[in-house]
Nanobody
Framework: QVQLVESGGGLVQSGGSLRLSCTASRRISSILAMGWYRQSPGKERELVAVINSDTIYYADSVSGRFTISRDNAKMYLQMNSLKPEDTAMYYC??????????WGQGTKITVSP
C-alpha cells in the first residue's frame, strides 16, 4: 500500500508564499500523474495543478501564481501571491494505470486578509 503524505501547510498573510510537499512512501511504477487538489468548506474539491511526464496543467485561478514540480517520489507546489480565496485543505493525488488512485490526508492552508 502506498501512502502519500503532504506537508508545508500553515497560516500566511495575503501576498505571502508557501511551499507544499507530497511524499510517496515508495515509488509507484504505474503512476500516470501527480496532482494537487483543494477543498474549501462548503465547496467541492477542485483540481489545482497536475504534472506528468509530458504536461503540466494549472487551474485558471492559480495560473501564474502556483508552480508544480516533481522529483521522483516527491511532488511540490510553490504557491506565491496567496489570496484569502486560496484558503483550503490541499490534497495530493496520484492516479495509476492500475485504476487505483492514491490520496494524501491533506494539509491546511489559511490565508489571512
Amino acid at each position: 500500500q502506498v501512502q502519500l503524505v503532504e506537508s508545508g501547510g500553515g497560516l500566511v498573510q495575503s501576498g505571502g508564499s508557501l511551499r507544499l510537499s507530497c511524499t510517496a512512501s515508495r515509488r509507484i511504477s504505474s503512476i500516470l500523474a501527480m496532482g494537487w487538489y483543494r477543498q474549501s468548506p462548503g465547496k467541492e474539491r477542485e483540481l489545482v495543478a497536475v504534472i506528468n511526464s509530458d504536461t503540466i496543467y494549472y487551474a485558471d485561478s492559480v495560473s501564474g501564481r502556483f508552480t508544480i514540480s516533481r522529483d521522483n517520489a516527491k511532488m511540490y507546489l510553490q504557491m506565491n501571491s496567496l489570496k484569502p480565496e486560496d484558503t483550503a485543505m490541499y490534497y495530493c493525488a496520484a492516479p495509476t494505470s492500475d485504476g487505483v488512485e492514491y490520496w494524501g490526508q491533506g494539509t491546511k492552508i489559511t490565508v489571512s486578509p
